[in-house]
């Protein structure tokens, strides 16, 4: 696949029906798939295509923010005016969050798809993701309406993603499978260690003052009544 990672910003846009029709073809993306994609890419289908996933994305989020906020106040006397502030917000923040969000995934895991050695290029991974990532993400949107089912469709849904990625960032890199799997799980990895330094930093500095506070109860229980 020499000069495979050469970003083609002259190829034909994919029209709104292309792009669907390969959004169908989500559970059959293998590497012969991203393989004969990849000389495909176009930022102009990829924008669409995101374009379209926001779309669906805003419009799913208003309506489970709308049973959310309803089921609230069906339990309230009074209305929350602060609820219904951030009612009308939610949807110009999922309008810039959900674009955001994708831009700045793509590009943590371009950098370290590079750092471990891969050739390829923003675009095109940006590209190739997009093909699962909006459909399956739409998918999981849907489910995400249905209590308890929602949660756990939505964990095999990210299970699966991660294998797809596994697989474009293969092909877009030319990297091996284990490098390919470093690439796509080193941010989590990073994160989760993150996260643990973080709370024991927190419980190391407020563990004096939880001893104390602790010791303060144990003493006030056993001194007695007068």
Sequence with gaps: MEGNYINRNDVEPHSFTEILLLWLKVFQMNEGFFASELPRSSVYSTVFGLLIYTGVTVFLGVIQNSIGTLANELQKTAPDISTGQFGMCYPFI????????????????????????????????????????????????????????????????????IVLSVRAIKVNYQLTTGKAVWAELTPVVALIALIACGSIAMVSMLGPTIGSVFSNVIQNLGTPVP
Excluded at 113 to 137: D, H, I, Q, R, V
């Design 94 to 161: 999922l309008l810039v969050a959900t674009p955001l969000g994708y831009y700045i995934g793509v590009g943590i895991t371009h950098f370290f798809a590079m750092l471990y050695g891969g050739k390829g290029t923003f675009s095109n991974l940006a590209y190739l993701l997009s093909l699962f990532y909006f459909p399956l993400g739409i998918i999981a949107n849907l489910v995400n309406l249905i209590p308890c089912v929602g949660i756990i469709v939505s964990l095999g849904i990210s299970i699966y993603m």
